[in-house]
């Protein structure tokens, strides 16, 4: 009879045997399987984790002892442990959210979905239980070894050691991997730790020889094992790295093995102080097709056939990739030209990249503060980085972009994949930010393509930049069908459509071009006149749009970033210091966190539909009498049927 239809909540494994542990990682990883190759998810992290998960809620009492996983796209385990095992709408509106949610069960208390900032957030809760009179209950953070090359991890850390006087668990769930194989001597350190045959060897042979004894051998070696460790590590130096910081070190534990990891939790509990607990796992465990897969071991999956792991669906260009083809192009034409990634060398398209100039791309891990600094000093010394990065981490790395890159005036290329509305990764994860945080550093430059065309030239004019940060940004998913423009202005805007009278600018950035152009053909319809125009540089504003602007009767502007402090504000604002008074209405985003959902139904519910742009575009043009010019020379309001008024 299965087993994981009868956890309703963690507290149903504590009758289980072993045996039946093991038998509910067997299931979990078959439901893992076939649920998440219908809709899409984090498969490989989940499934390397399913030991882990279940013995971390064996031993503590989530959620009177919390668990924060760090970026949290390996709860899915956690999530079928706490009740919720309706996976069908995983990463869909109103379904389960592809990280840990709030609202959806007291055992999920971070959503950030940012790496390296789970010791934080449990040194901070530790800290309060303890000054609160809950100095009973554990906090346990959930640290995979890619997030350990993150400089926010360390600064934790140092922390962390500063007060041991609190029940802190630190779970380093490490497989040699984050989105790809970890980097850096952090990573050489620990694979180090990972191989090391004498020290196996040792544990084994110790843990075997208690094991024969019974129950007391096993608590005797429990009782010694701390002990042990430092005569262990004489071999291996795997406490090394955390004894001046004063921190406990348990491990490494074959991170597969329930029985040894419960035991390992157990003795980490009764210390009363911060412990590390290195748990050695195998991500895509399980599946061969994600161990056989090299790339990243099926970390994040599309729809896929349980079977064979092959995609189903489309397999259209998408946007990264067209970047990625235009870097290698621009890569063998100069060789100044460079490439920087976080630990995120494939997502973000630098792998052709980095297989045609393998000296050319430096991978940091994730640290996306050092990675523009580091920009800033190669700039300096005569090349030209082009950091990839996702447009939700550009802020993490703001306070670098103004003083080290734009302060020093340096020529680095920022390129923002996942731009945007990104659908079903959640509010973390849209990158709709980046416009309105971006456009306040000065002389920054910030390219929004409308089609694949426009990213290759974009990124030709970008990498000619050498005394200013430049900026492309683009959205998740297909690359949009190229639009040609009908005239380019002589400052680069393109006008893509010009109507027959100047009644309505749009001012269209990025791949909201498409739909500009439906909503002037909606307008023409209704005897109002529009032109549309691709800035292709949205900032600065350029002299075309303010001139084209000061001919129109109203300027409508589309983005796929938050209204506040976006490109229709810093048009507004420039018409403004330029005595045209032409009215603005800025479309874009809410200032709000977005839940997880598709793109068309964010967008809608954002307003952003041509049918409801073109409604309301005559709706104002009525409700304010702006006049609209007709072809006669008369101007008059027009009147709109009555199936469209609102």
Known sequence: MPILPGINGPRDLDQLSTAELNELADEIRRFLVENVSRTGGHLGPNLGVVELTIALHRAFESPDDPFVFD??????????????????????????????????????????????????WADGISRALAATGRDDRHVVAVVGDGALTGGMTWEALNNISDDNDRNLIIVVNDNGRSYAPTIGGMSRYLNRVRTAATYKQLHHRSDRLFRAFGPLGRALFRGVRGGTHG??????????????????????VDGHDIRALIETFELAKSYGAPVIVHAITEKGRGYQPALDDKADQFHAVNRIDPATGE??????????????????????????????????????????????????????GIAEQHAVTSAAGLAYGGLHPVVALYATFMGRAFDQVLMDVALHKAGVTFVLDRAGVTGPDGPSHHGMWDLAM???????????????????????EAVAVDDAPTVIRFPKGAVSEDIEAVERMADGVDVLSRGE??????????PFAAMAKDVATR????????????????????????????????????????????????????????????????????????????????????????????????????????????????????????????
């Open 71 to 120: 970026t949290g796209h390996q709860s899915y385990v956690h999530k079928l442990l706490t009740g919720r095992q309706d996976f069908s709408g995983l990463r869909v509106r109103g379904g389960l959210a592809g990280y840990p949610q709030r609202s959806e069960s007291p055992h999920d208390v971070v959503e950030s979905s940012h790496a390296s900032s789970s010791l934080s």
């Open 231 to 252: 005569f262990l590590s004489r071999f291996t130096n795997n406490e090394a790295l955390y004894s001046n910081l004063d921190i406990k070190y348990l491990g490494p």
């Open 311 to 364: 995609p189903l669906g489309s397999s259209s260009k998408g946007w990264t990739d067209v970047f990625s083809e235009s870097l290698v192009r621009v890569g063998e034409r100069d060789p100044r030209v460079i490439a920087i990634t976080a630990a995120m060398l494939r997502p973000t398209g630098l792998a052709p990249f980095a297989e045609r100039f393998p000296e050319r791309v430096y991978d940091v």
């Open 438 to 460: 971006l456009q306040i550093v000065p002389h920054i430059r910030i390219a929004a393509p409308r089609d694949g065309a426009r990213v290759a030239e974009a990124l030709d």
């Open 501 to 510: 009278t100047e009644d309505v600018l749009i001012v269209s950035v990025g």
């Open 523 to 646: 307008l023409r319809a209704q005897g109002i006149g529009a032109t549309v125009i691709d800035p292709r540089w949205a900032i600065p504003v350029q002299p075309s749009v303010v001139e084209l602007a000061a001919r129109h009767r109203l300027v409508i502007t589309m983005e796929d970033g938050i209204r506040v402090g976006g490109i229709g504000t810093r048009v507004r604002q420039v018409l403004r210091e330029a005595g045209i008074d032409t009215a603005v209405d800025e479309l874009g985003l809410p200032d709000e966190f977005i839940d997880h959902a598709s793109r068309d139904q964010i967008l809608a519910d954002a307003g952003l539909t041509a049918s409801k742009i073109a409604q309301d575009i005559v709706a104002q043009v009525l409700g304010t009498r702006i006049p609209v010019a007709r072809q006669t020379g008369e101007t008059e309001a027009v009147d709109i049927p009555l199936h469209e008024r609102r």
